[in-house]
Structures are given as structure tokens and as C-alpha cells.
């Protein structure tokens, strides 16, 4: 399932990629929609034991299929299967698993993804809900039909990071072996959870996998299969819009892993800690990521753990705000100090393009407002820098080898920016990367 790392390496060393994700080539808007091919919600979840119940009944058969929807249809629960090849023999017990939803005001997306939970195939695992001080009535909603899910009431929004590591700061005092981190909009595939485990079984390296993530109303589609990484230090969906055709054979190496739904090992947060609550909302999985393969963790995609997400791609302010300033922060963190002073003059003229788009899109104030927050806030990032290079064992030679110089992310698509600044930052990358070791 995956390449053991090369004699006298790092036993996580990260292996520079065979295989890697292009650029997606088209991302217009998408509205979501109910998704009628996943599983449909229920009143109120099952209890745990009727989770277990319902593994222990699947019949311990590779082929049998226990995926339902349309979506799902070509996924069988490889885990009753991996436990038949002997896999897990040695093992009593399939690992535990922790699952943290981050929630503001996702109520009307609550119902149907707790219900996908209910159904799937996996026999270990806690949901445990964090609610980011939302207005809809979440809490109530989940105090009143879902008692047996765990509830952590935030009393103020901490972000998509502060509210998982809310969840993580709990379920790390417990015994689960993983975690995984899954936005409230989204409905897993049955076998979504056991493919996901089974994704990082055979390789100890592996530190992080994403599911497979579909348009929750678009069956088949791809919303994310690795998200795509610009060496400037944009972030977006990588494969978006495209078919999924079972084109992804196997466990991948990708860029970085989409926050929608990825699973993390327990090691991991012990060895780099958890996610960049300064950051807020937006490139927190980015910079999950790039921390763990900076020390030495795979991040890859598990292809047949699927999902659906109820995905679009708003615009406004304050997103750019939190885009364009925690790409700096992250960048500034997690670079070495003579890949900066390379990357500098591509920095320097993305920074005159990205201020001329923020003065037509009109939201140059928030542009500059991100740069008051580098200045105000150098010492904290400069602390974060130091912790993060403090676990580097891996050089920005190998990181990079996973980036790309062509910004195709959904916002920008065939804008005169684009057409311009692609050619140009692929020329400067091509002798760029001569220079980062």
C-alpha cells in the first residue's frame, strides 16, 4: 500500500512523490444541495453499542459490499476484509478512533451528517460535536436528539482550528489511537471510517490521510482529492470538478490534506502539537500538514474513504482577509530562512498583483489590514516559527518537490491575474527550485 522508506532514512521520512496532484483546471461556483445519494438522516443516532452491533453482523467477506447510494456503490468495507487477509490478526482490537466535529451554526447540516455516522461499517470510534458558540440552536438540537454524542459548548467562535482543538484537547487525555476531523457538512459513505483507518495501517509513516471527498450534489464529482499547494503559499481544491473514475488506485502522496475530513495519529500531535489557533479560519490544514511532513510524516489520500461534502466557494471579505494573511504567516513559519530570501522576489511581485485584485475586488482594506497583523503580531509568529523549524528533519528540497507554480484555484479562474502571472511563476519556480535545498 505504500513505499517503505529507503535504507538508513527516518523511519517517516517523507519520500519525495511519484505520484501527485495536478492543478485543477476548472472551479466554478457550486451551490449546495440535498444529496439524495448519501445516506439519509434519521431522527436520532444509535447508540454505540448498535454501532458495534452492526460491524460485528457484516459478513467477514472482502466482496461483500455494505455501501449504499449511488456514490458509494463501488466501496465495500475493506476493513472485515483486511481482518480476513490477516492483517490484524495479531490485534484483538481495531484501533479507536476519535471523531471531532467543529460546528457554527451548521445546524441544518447536523442531522444528515451524524446520520451517515450511524451507518458506518467501523466498530471503535466517539463523535464528539464542538460548537463554536452558534446562534441556530445546534447545542440544542444535539442535547435533545443526540444525547450519546459528546458536547463541548465554546462560549465565543474560536475558528474552524480553535474549535478542533477544543475537541482534541478532550479525546487526547482519552485512549483513541486516531483522530479525525470532520466538517459538520459533510455525509460519509459506510465504509468511509474503516477505509480511512485501513489507509494508514501498512505504513507508520503515514501521519495524516484525507478521505476522497465528493460534491455532496454532484455524485462522482470531486470536490478535493489532496488539496494543491502554490509555493507563495496559496492553498486550494486540488482535482476540483473532475469525474472520480477510480483513477486514484491507491494510497497517495498529496500536497496537503483538506481540513473537510482528514485523519491524524495520535503521534502526530504529540510530536508538533495541534493546529494554529492564531490562524483562526482558512490554510489551519495547510499548515497542519506542512508541520507534519516538515517532521517527517506522509500525508496522503485514502481514495475509498468517500465523503460528500455540501461544498461552495463564497466570496467575501473577511475570507480574503483570513486567506491572504495566513498564507504570509504560514509561509513565514514553516519556510527555512534561505527559501525565503529565494522566493523573495516572487513574494514581493505576487504581493503588487494581489494588492491591484484586492483594489478591484474592493476589499484592499482588509488586504492591508493583514499586513498590520504581521507587523502587530511578528513576535508570536516568529515563537511559532521557532517551534515549528524546532521539528524539522526533512529539507524544503523535498517539501517543495510536492508544490506547484500555477495558481488555478476557483476564484481566479481564467482571470486576466492568472494568464499573467502563471507563465511568469513558473519561469522564476523552474530556477527557484535549483536554489532551495
Known amino acids: 500500500m505504500s513505499t517503505p522508506p529507503p535504507s538508513g532514512a527516518s523511519p517517516r521520512r517523507s519520500p519525495t512523490p511519484a505520484t501527485r496532484c495536478s492543478p485543477a483546471t476548472g472551479s466554478p461556483d457550486t451551490t449546495p444541495a440535498p444529496a439524495a445519494c448519501w445516506p439519509a438522516p434519521s431522527a436520532r443516532a444509535r447508540s454505540r453499542s448498535g454501532w458495534r452491533r452492526r460491524w460485528r453482523a457484516i459478513p467477514r467477506d472482502k466482496t461483500s459490499s455494505t455501501a449504499a447510494g449511488c456514490i458509494c456503490s463501488r466501496t465495500s468495507c475493506s476493513w472485515p476484509g483486511r481482518w480476513v487477509e490477516g492483517a490484524w490478526t495479531a490485534l484483538e482490537t481495531p484501533p479507536k478512533v476519535a471523531i471531532i466535529i467543529p460546528n457554527y451554526n451548521g445546524r441544518d447540516f447536523l442531522r444528515a451528517c451524524l446520520s451517515s455516522l450511524q451507518q458506518q461499517d467501523y466498530p471503535d470510534f466517539t463523535i464528539t460535536v464542538v460548537d463554536n458558540a452558534s446562534s441556530d440552536g445546534s447545542a440544542d438540537l444535539l442535547r435533545r436528539e443526540y444525547p450519546e454524542v459528546r458536547l463541548i459548548e465554546n462560549s465565543r467562535n474560536t475558528g474552524f482550528a480553535g474549535g478542533c482543538n477544543s475537541g482534541l484537547r478532550r479525546e487526547l487525555k482519552g485512549d483513541a489511537d ?252 523552474k530556477l527557484a527550485r535549483r536554489l532551495i535545498k
Open 178 to 429: 486516531h483522530f479525525v476531523l470532520l466538517n459538520s457538512d459533510t455525509r460519509a459513505a459506510p465504509a468511509w471510517l474503516a477505509e480511512l483507518v485501513e489507509a494508514v495501517a501498512g505504513d507508520s509513516a503515514i501521519g495524516i490521510a484525507q478521505s476522497m471527498i465528493h460534491l455532496a450534489d454532484q455524485p462522482g464529482i470531486i470536490n478535493t482529492a489532496g488539496n494543491e499547494a502554490h509555493y507563495l503559499g496559496f492553498g486550494y481544491c486540488g482535482h476540483y470538478l473532475e469525474k472520480d473514475e477510480g483513477q486514484f488506485a491507491g494510497v497517495t502522496d498529496i500536497p496537503f490534506a483538506s481540513g473537510t475530513a482528514m485523519l491524524v495519529r495520535r503521534e502526530v500531535f504529540d510530536d508538533i502539537g495541534l493546529m494554529d489557533e492564531e490562524l483562526f479560519l482558512y490554510q489551519e490544514d495547510l499548515d497542519l500538514s506542512w508541520r507534519a511532513r516538515l517532521a517527517g510524516w506522509r500525508v496522503v489520500l485514502a481514495p475509498k474513504s468517500l465523503v460528500g461534502h455540501s461544498y461552495s466557494f463564497s466570496r467575501n471579505k473577511m475570507k480574503f482577509y483570513y486567506l491572504e494573511r495566513n498564507r504570509h504567516v504560514v509561509c513565514l513559519k514553516n519556510y527555512s530562512a534561505r527559501t525565503l530570501l529565494v522566493l523573495l522576489p516572487a513574494m514581493i511581485g505576487a504581493e503588487a498583483a494581489m494588492t491591484g485584485y484586492s483594489l478591484l475586488g474592493g476589499w484592499l482594506g482588509q488586504k492591508l489590514k493583514g499586513y498590520l497583523y504581521l507587523l502587530r503580531y511578528a513576535d508570536s509568529i516568529r515563537r511559532r516559527r521557532a517551534a515549528s523549524q524546532g521539528k524539522r528533519v526533512v529539507s524544503d528540497g523535498e517539501i517543495v518537490a510536492f508544490w506547484t507554480d500555477r495558481m488555478a484555484f476557483a476564484d481566479l479562474k481564467d482571470s486576466p491575474l492568472t494568464k499573467v502571472a502563471n507563465p511568469l511563476s513558473g519561469l522564476y519556480w
